[in-house]
């Protein structure tokens, strides 16, 4: 007997479509820091995917998405490798002594800058699932000398911290990979201490991706193919128990985001946005309801 709906996709099949999804991603960018350690070049110049030996075409991408020369000066040569599509930064107010975690922490570049935030009672833990990544990151702190910095391999649907740990959670342009989004906020929920708080930079999708874009391996790698709409995000972040959650996309992004893949018209489709929320404390005192 024929039926107008498919059949249910098993979670078997969901997880080996998402194992399937993690591995082409992985691959990507061990690729990528493979090609930044040797000098060599591999996809754009200008994407978020692109690596260049040129120190000065990756000043140029940095600043155009938010980071001032001063911070690219106060890194370890390497660590800032021309990625990202913002600057978390810049909206996460990190204070001294906190604890942050960076979600796809690359070759350290924001880990670096946050550590001399949060300072020498601080704590900065960044979370990457491709190996080679997690050693150019350790050895680019170690060039540096950071002694509260930390890399840990992992998934960042699966991280590899204790509950209700950390302070504040950064990401730059990391979280649109992920093949279970949904899954990150809740993971993210978990480790933020009550009043923790998200401070996010990443590619949303403004209307729906056609099947063209989602199904392209180098634009989903290039963190475009597999944006997620702002009010499915949106959603996905308040039902992992977020409190005021904001998503604020850049119209201005669409100037370094259609250099990403210029065969494309992909602003038709995403912007870079920054993604905040905040893990309520239920013990906070709240002056409207007269606690204070």
């Known amino acids: 007997m024929s039926s107008c709906c498919p059949p249910p996709v098993s979670k078997n099949e969901n997880h080996h479509e ?10 990507a960018y061990s690729q990528v820091a493979n090609a930044n350690n040797a000098g060599d070049a591999i996809g754009i110049e200008s994407s978020c995917c692109g690596v260049s030996d040129d120190s000065a075409i990756n000043t140029l991408i940095s600043t155009r998405i938010g980071y001032s020369e001063e911070d690219l000066k106060n890194v370890p040569s390497g660590a800032d490798m021309g990625l990202g599509c913002g600057n978390p930064r810049a ?11 960076d979600l796809g922490a690359g070759g350290g570049f924001d880990c670096f800058l946050a550590s001399q935030e949060v300072g020498e009672t601080g704590r900065v833990i960044g979370i990457d699932m491709t190996p080679d990544m997690l050693s150019k990151a350790r050895n680019n702190a170690s060039k540096g000398k950071y002694t509260n910095v930390e890399f840990r391999l992992g998934e960042i649907e699966n991280l590899p911290l204790a509950d209700s ?3 504040v959670i950064i990401s730059n342009c ?30 949303v999708a403004t209307v729906e991706l056609p099947d063209e874009m989602k199904n392209d391996p180098a634009l989903i ?6 944006a997620s709409l702002v009010d499915d995000l949106e959603t996905m972040i308040n039902e992992a128990g977020f409190s005021n959650v904001r998503i604020e996309p850049k119209d201005e992004s669409k100037e370094f985001i259609r250099d990403w893949a210029p065969d494309h018209n992909v602003t038709d489709y995403v912007v870079s946005a920054s993604i905040e929320g905040v893990k309520v404390d239920p013990n906070a005192c709240v002056p409207r309801a007269g606690c204070c």
């Not at 998402?18 to 691959?27: L, N």
């Not at 909206?91 to 975690?101: D, F, H, P, Q, W």
């Not at 990391?174 to 401070?199: H, T, Y």
């Not at 790698?221 to 597999?226: D, E, L, P, Q």
């Open 174 to 203: 990391v979280i649109n990979l992920s093949p279970n989004k949904a899954r990150v906020f809740q993971e993210a929920f978990r480790i933020l201490k009550p009043g923790g708080r998200l401070a996010i930079s990443d590619v």
């Open 18 to 27: 998402h194992d399937s999804h993690r591995q082409s991603v992985r691959d």
């Open 91 to 101: 909206i996460a107010s990190l204070k001294a002594g906190e604890t942050v975690v």
């Open 221 to 226: 790698a290039g963190c475009m193919g597999n």
């Open 165 to 167: 740990t950390v302070d």
